[in-house]
Structures are given as C-alpha cells and as structure tokens.
Nanobody
Framework: VQLQASGGGLVQAGGSLRLSCAAS????????INWYRQAPGKARELVAS???????NYTDSVKGRFTVARDNVQNTGYLQMNSLKPEDTAVYYC??????????????WGQGTQVTVSS
C-alpha cells in the first residue's frame, strides 16, 4: 500500500488549498487518515484525523478552518484548508492505516507536500 500526497503550494494569507492523499494497493478498508505537519525547526504535529466511523478530530489551531473528507471509492483523503495563515506554513504529511487484502494491517505515510502561506 502506498500513499501519494498532493495539492501543496504557495498561497497568500486568507487563501485556501486542498490537499489530497491517494492510497493505492489492494485495500480492503482505510480505518483512519491522519494529517500531520512539520514546520522548520519544529516537531511534527497532528493536525487532523478522519475516522472510518465518521468522527473527525482537529488540533485547536485549525478548528473552524480545516476540514477533512474522504472518498472511500477512490481511497483518497482530503484536507481542505481555508483562511490560511503564515503559521500554517509547513510540510504536510498524510498517514493512513487500515487493512489490505493478503497484506493485512497497514500503516503507511505519504511523501509530504509543502504548504507556504505568505503574509
């Protein structure tokens, strides 16, 4: 199972971006998709989680601005980021775990996509 993250870029403060995280492989289910970010000189932090049962979690700094979603047919997760701030600048990573046919349980990471918000 592999994850391909995309959608990062340069945007002005107040703008929006949508990140995608596409999973490929013989996937039976994706139980959870997590979105992390890591700014220069800082530890990686969990930004949002999207659970298979519909629950979502967000770190306080992005609540009301970021929204997770998923397409279970396409095995793709999304992170919609609105009202972006310069402090949102970071490399964003997606992480997914679930079950794949023959492979069994998986826990994989995408390659990271850069988000830069200018003031």
């Amino acid at each position: 199972v592999q994850l391909q993250a995309s959608g990062g870029g340069l945007v002005q403060a107040g703008g929006s971006l949508r990140l995608s995280c596409a999973a490929s492989g013989n996937i039976f289910s994706i139980n959870q998709i997590n979105w992390y970010r890591q700014a220069p000189g800082k530890a990686r932090e969990l930004v949002a989680s999207d659970h298979i049962d519909g629950r979502t979690n967000y770190t306080d700094s992005v609540k009301g601005r970021f929204t997770v979603a998923r397409d279970n047919v396409q095995n793709t997760g999304y992170l919609q980021m609105n009202s972006l701030k310069p402090e949102d600048t970071a490399v964003y990573y997606c992480n997914a775990f679930g079950y794949a046919y023959k492979l069994g349980a998986f826990d994989v990471w995408g390659q990271g996509t850069q988000v830069t918000v200018s003031s």
